[in-house]
């Protein structure tokens, strides 16, 4: 009995709270769109719509705010949705690893502290011939520590041709401004030569700079110098060379339509002294900056304070190191970002038509299939497109930017494409299993048009 009378009460004192009408339109905001589209049109909200404005309001108030969303925009490394998926077992042992004691840094042999960097180390010596690698907080990060450690009071030398920006502001000279480098540009935006580099090269230089330039092409009449050239350049001079290579491609994915990415296997054996590259975007791991190539200026690096500062924690590196597990057993389809990569276009179309078949029987939705492109996108490979089939769709009574919206407000939210007055979904980025949650979406959107 108790507990009715509490909940009647509780009943009493929301209903107490319910504002008269008239209280309501004498508000600002309301007496504005009165006198705007007239009072009679105030009276269309309803119950019915006070009821779903309640229940959307409140139970979005106690979701998280970073939630799963379902990807079908086809851009495979959508830094606004968070980059690469883990690969399942990736994630498992990040939250292995963080709900446990771990030895990460400590020597299971000796019985004393060890070093965090010690478990990716192993790997990517294995991988790629590392002498040594460290892992901070991302490729920004990388790189600066890389020209803090190595050229701070110093000079370093980029082609104008690589002074690129990333989205989200990473610029290469505000980058190296920061970490006390100071940048001697060379070349021209669209030819750079290695007898350039030689010019600049003075008693201040401390390391020449190769950045890849990811998000764009130069294309026509162009020239820069071969890596093998920059190498032996900075061995004559007794200078390290330093290279950004984005994406962090480590396998050759020429056979699945991503033409020219540089290997970072390929820029260790030239004799790169310090490569770095970002773990969440072609390699298909967590956000991470890998540093990686001669132990002498890696050891350098690491005794930078800084490395303490920009250091990653034990999730980061669990999660690294049973992605690039994955590399060595050969096991790339586990990959998501990689299988995304690889998907045929048949693959693709075969679950468009499912969708689309089902989008019609269960929500009476009639979608179109047409043929379009994919992009690996977070700044890598801009040359290169993917093709998918993809399903076009209208909703009777609903523009393509309502439906778009509609869709953003699912649980989980759907994100999909708008071109030319049409929502598009591309399957390629679509999880296994989600093509189902996109099926759902649509169901109740019809619902709520019926
Ligand atoms: C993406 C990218 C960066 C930035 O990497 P983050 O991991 O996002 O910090 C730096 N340099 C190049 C060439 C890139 O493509």
Redesign the pocket.
Known sequence: MKHTEASSEAGAALLRQIPAVDELLARAALRELAARLGRGDLSIVSVDVLENEIVAATETSVEPSLRAVVNATGVILH?NLGRAPLAPVAARRAAEIASRYSNLEYDLERGERGRRDAHTDRLFRRLLGAEMTLVVN????A?FLALNTIAEGGEVVVSRGEL?E?G?S?RIPDISAKSGAVLREVGTTNRTRISDFEAAINERTRALVR?????FRIVGFTERPELREMVELARNHGLPLIE????GCLVDLGPHGIEGEPLAGESLKAGVDVVTF????LLGGP?A?VLTGSRPWLERIRKNPLFRALRVDKLTIAALEATVALYLGGDLRAIPALAMIQASKDEIAERAGRLAERLLARAGVSARLEDGESVIG???TPGSSLPPRLVSIRVEGLSAAELAARLRRSRPPVIARVERGEVLLDLRTVLGGEDELVSKAFEKIALECA
């Not at 950045?211 to 998000?215: E, L, M, R």
């Not at 950004?244 to 994406?247: A, I, N, W």
């Open positions: 830094t991302n490729n920004a990060a790189m690129i990333i989200g990473f950045v890849h330039p990811s998000n950004d290579l984005g994406s970002s773990g969440d975007k956000q900056g977070g700044g890598s």
